[in-house]
């Protein structure tokens, strides 16, 4: 299975972006699809989950401001960025993975073997 990353761009500090992960299988058959970010010279970041029943859960620092959903039809993933800041600019990736989690932690890396190639994100004016 691929994943591929659409929606990227620069935006200004306040500004909104959709970011889209086309799989190029069926987005049912994963236990949890994510969002990552990685900004020059830092790790990366879990930014959002859905796991497979539909539960949701965020990173402290996008809570309010990003959503994450899923199309089983298309088998689409989604990231909506509302209120963006300059400190969300980074590459965005898309990850999914089967089975039970690896490490306790939902938005650890560890735990997604497939990755998309990114999509970047800039937010500034």
């Known amino acids: 299975v691929q994943l591929v990353e659409s929606g990227g761009g620069s935006v200004e500090p306040g500004g909104s972006l959709t970011l889209s992960c086309a799989a190029s299988g069926p987005t049912a058959s994963f236990a949890r699809m994510a969002w990552f970010r990685q900004a020059p010279g830092k790790e990366r970041e879990g930014v959002a989950i859905i796991r497979a029943l539909g539960t949701t859960y965020y990173a402290e620092s996008v809570k309010g401001r990003f959503t994450i959903s899923q199309d089983n039809v298309q088998n689409i993933l989604y990231l909506e960025m509302n209120s963006l800041k300059p400190e969300d600019t980074a590459q965005y990736y898309c990850?999914?993975?089967?089975?039970?989690?690896?490490?306790?932690?939902?938005?650890?890396?560890?735990?997604?073997?497939?990755w998309g190639r990114g999509t970047q994100v800039t937010v500034s004016s």
């Open positions: 990850a999914a993975d089967y089975g039970l989690v690896r490490v306790p932690a939902l938005l650890s890396t560890l735990n997604f073997r497939i």
